[in-house]
């Protein structure tokens, strides 16, 4: 399935999550298995966090990017609209590419 994800862009050009295991680079079309990494602060949830489309307006887009992502081995999870609606975790995700612009 065609998701997309918000990630850091750093200014070396690359891409990491925005709060879960963040020191990990994501490279583009290389498969990821989610990973349980329990974080104070937040509920764990795992698989990778994606939306059906790149919309997450309680999020800030500053250092950051959208991505579109295949998902694979996925569960919904219902969130409201402010927080871009439906979820998409992944228990496998590649980057297929950079949304520049969006």
């Not at 694979?72 to 871009?84: A, K, N």
């Not at 979820?87 to 980057?95: A, P, Q, R």
């Amino acid at each position: 399935m065609i998701a997309y994800k918000l990630v850091r862009k750093m200014k070396n050009g690359e891409l990491k999550s925005l709060f879960i295991d963040n020191t990990k680079v994501l490279e583009l079309n290389t498969w990821y298995d989610a990973e349980s990494h329990p974080t104070k602060g937040f509920k764990e949830r795992i698989g990778w966090h994606c939306t059906i489309t790149p919309y997450a307006p309680h999020l800030t887009t500053k250092g950051r990017v959208w991505v579109m992502v295949d998902i694979r081995d996925m569960t919904f999870y219902e969130r409201p609209e402010s927080q871009g609606g439906t979820w998409v975790l992944g228990g496998k995700m590649k980057i297929l590419k950079i949304m520049e612009g969006i």
